[in-house]
């Protein structure tokens, strides 16, 4: 019942999944971003007081901050982020 917020590069299959519903289904609100915006293999989740680093690819491995602080500033960053894509680049 966790409503998830994401920035997505836009492949695809990121978009299939917003059409088709899933999105929807899994409380997912996704604003997509351009496929060249950010190629890191890395997901940043934040989440109360913790920023999750998740590594995929060669390297598996993930580390979690907790800190209010620190998970303020990157809440802020993904805020502004999200915010800048919602508005300057296609979402539908």
Do not use: C, H, W
């Amino acid at each position: 019942g966790i409503t998830t917020y994401a920035l997505t590069p836009d492949y695809p299959e990121a978009r299939e999944y917003a059409k088709d519903g899933t999105d929807e289904a899994m409380k997912f609100n996704r604003v997509f971003m351009p496929v060249d915006a950010y190629s890191g293999k890395v997901e940043i989740d934040v989440y109360g007081n913790k920023v999750a680093f998740i590594a995929f690819g060669e390297t598996e491995m993930a580390t979690v901050i907790s800190s209010p602080a620190i998970s303020d500033a990157m809440r802020q960053i993904l805020k502004i982020m999200r915010d800048f894509y919602s508005q300057n680049y296609p979402q539908a």
